[in-house]
């Protein structure tokens, strides 16, 4: 995942399909990743990629309850980064284009962080905002891009949690 510095997304969709080259901050937890991208440093570098491996692994259906966050301060940048107290900061991240991530725990209680998407895989922001920092339960397909885990699922069929 790429970000640039303070509360925005990357904004590299011309960058789509090409490899590139550039500078930035590694932000890491838990094993998730993410560049916060150096001002003016990204750049072509080589021909356009293959389709990625990952297109077709769909990992299945299923209904998880967590913490919508904003992904930049939960993986490092802020701390605690999740929680009521940060839920104006992630408000205000994922509003200016931070990728929204479902941050939830499996029958066995083990955390994961999850890339929060549309249904169509696309993104949900302005849609996500009532939704942060409180209890939520999503339903959705499951996908893994590398160690990445992604959730796609419709934004209108989250549901709080008391």
Request: one cysteine or more; charged letters at 20%.
């Given at each position: 995942?790429?970000?640039?510095?303070?509360?925005?997304?990357?904004?590299?969709?011309?960058?789509?399909?090409?490899?590139?080259?550039?500078?930035?901050?590694?932000?890491?937890?838990?094993?998730?990743?993410?560049?916060?991208?150096?001002?003016?440093t990204i750049?072509?570098?080589?021909?356009?990629?293959?389709?990625?491996?990952?297109?077709?692994?769909?990992?299945?259906?299923?209904?998880?309850?967590?913490?919508?966050?904003?992904?930049?301060?939960?993986?490092?940048v802020m701390?605690?980064?999740?929680?009521?107290?940060?839920?104006?900061?992630?408000?205000?991240?994922?509003?200016?284009?931070?990728?929204?991530?479902?941050?939830?725990?499996?029958?066995?209680?083990?955390?994961?962080?999850?890339?929060?998407?549309?249904?169509?895989?696309?993104?949900?922001?302005?849609?996500?905002?009532?939704?942060?920092?409180?209890?939520?339960?999503?339903?959705?397909?499951?996908?893994?891009?590398?160690?990445?885990?992604?959730?796609?699922?419709?934004?209108?069929t989250y549901?709080?949690?008391?």
């Open positions: 995942m790429l970000v640039a510095g303070g509360k925005h997304g990357a904004g590299v969709h011309l960058f789509d399909g090409k490899n590139v080259k550039l500078k930035g901050t590694r932000i890491w937890r838990d094993g998730v990743t993410m560049i916060e991208i150096a001002a003016n750049e072509v570098a080589g021909s356009a990629v293959s389709s990625p491996d990952w297109l077709n692994n769909n990992l299945g259906t299923f209904t998880l309850v967590g913490e919508i966050v904003d992904s930049k301060c939960y993986l490092g701390n605690p980064g999740h929680t009521k107290p940060h839920r104006e900061c992630a408000t205000l991240c994922i509003s200016g284009g931070i990728p929204p991530m479902f941050v939830a725990q499996d029958e066995a209680g083990n955390k994961m962080a999850l890339l929060l998407v549309s249904a169509t895989n696309q993104a949900v922001n302005q849609e996500v905002l009532d939704f942060v920092a409180e209890p939520v339960k999503i339903t959705g397909q499951v996908w893994r891009e590398g160690d990445q885990l992604i959730l796609r699922a419709d934004p209108h549901q709080r949690v008391e």
